[in-house]
């Protein structure tokens, strides 16, 4: 594409950055990039830190203006995370896994988070940030406030190219937001769960008002999580719900 990618230094968090800059700049066209090389206040789900020291790690947000309202765009994270596979399988070779809803995961460890914000109508046009961090090279004096199991792309793959890894992440993003937009998940859901990171595992999902186990069967065609409990599937969706193996 011929949008421009936009690079700082730092930042509070380049999802801020952007939507900020939708108030600013109405003409803000779809594609729009936005790199740090440091977040002051980069943010996870449910106002959650993510660590983002200066270096060689990637700070990202992607604008993207859709017509079809707030709902539709439910079933995104999906279509971005499998964008962010693309990339990496493209330009490493690698096979990442895939966490519902929006982590992405390298050996059982974190090494990337996808936080979509919207802004716009329920029905009707609405504005699209999308957001991801994915890590490439954590200086130490960070990764000591991350309290999970992650990675880096260096410690799998040994020295990366940014700017290459951006112009790809790029590219893959919006190949699979034409997908979305045109099929919706259609195609996407089982691409999906193959890649999927807890396929057949125990896993207990909370809702923040309750705790469900069962087994992980992947994802439906909504974008749901499906869980099975004494032979019954159940589906949950979007939202404040977090997935943890048993
Ligand atoms: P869920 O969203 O399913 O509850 P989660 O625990 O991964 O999963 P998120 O809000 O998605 O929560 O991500 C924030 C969490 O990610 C932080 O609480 C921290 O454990 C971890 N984290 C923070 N920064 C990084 C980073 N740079 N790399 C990997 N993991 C990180
Ligand atoms: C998660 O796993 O909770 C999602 C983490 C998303 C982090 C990225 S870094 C670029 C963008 N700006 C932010 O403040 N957050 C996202």
Redesign the pocket.
């Known amino acids: 594409t011929d949008c421009p990618i936009e690079y700082h230094a730092i930042v509070d968090?380049?999802?801020?950055e952007l939507m900020r800059r939708l108030q600013s700049d109405l003409n803000m066209a779809s594609g729009h990039v936005l790199v740090a090389e440091m977040?002051q206040?980069?943010?996870?789900?449910r106002g959650?830190t993510?660590q983002?020291p200066f270096g060689a790690n990637l700070?990202?947000?992607y604008y993207w203006m859709f017509d079809a309202g707030m709902q539709a765009a439910m079933g995104l994270s999906i279509a971005v995370g499998l964008a962010v596979y693309d990339a990496l399988k493209v330009l490493y070779g690698i096979n990442v896994e895939l966490k519902w809803p929006?982590?992405i995961y390298l050996n059982q460890q974190?090494l990337a988070?996808?936080?979509v914000e919207l802004e716009g109508q329920v029905e009707g046009p609405c504005h699209l940030v999308i957001?991801?961090?994915l890590n490439i090279c954590m200086p130490e004096s960070a990764s000591k406030h991350i309290d999970q199991a992650w990675t880096d792309l260096q410690t799998h793959i040994g020295s990366i190219d940014k700017n290459q890894l951006v112009v790809q992440l790029t590219h893959s993003l919006s190949e699979r937001l034409v997908q979305y937009k045109e099929s919706g998940l259609k195609e996407m859901v089982s691409q999906w769960n193959r890649l999927n990171a807890f396929k057949g595992e125990l896993v207990t999902l909370s809702t923040g008002q309750r705790q469900w186990c069962g087994i992980c069967e992947g994802i439906d065609a909504q974008g749901g999580i499906l869980l099975r409990q004494d032979g019954e599937l159940k589906a949950f969706y979007g939202g404040e719900v977090s997935l943890r193996k048993v």
């Open positions: 968090s380049t999802n801020s977040q206040a980069g943010r996870g789900r959650r993510w983002s700070y990202y947000s929006n982590d974190k988070g996808i936080l957001g991801i961090g």
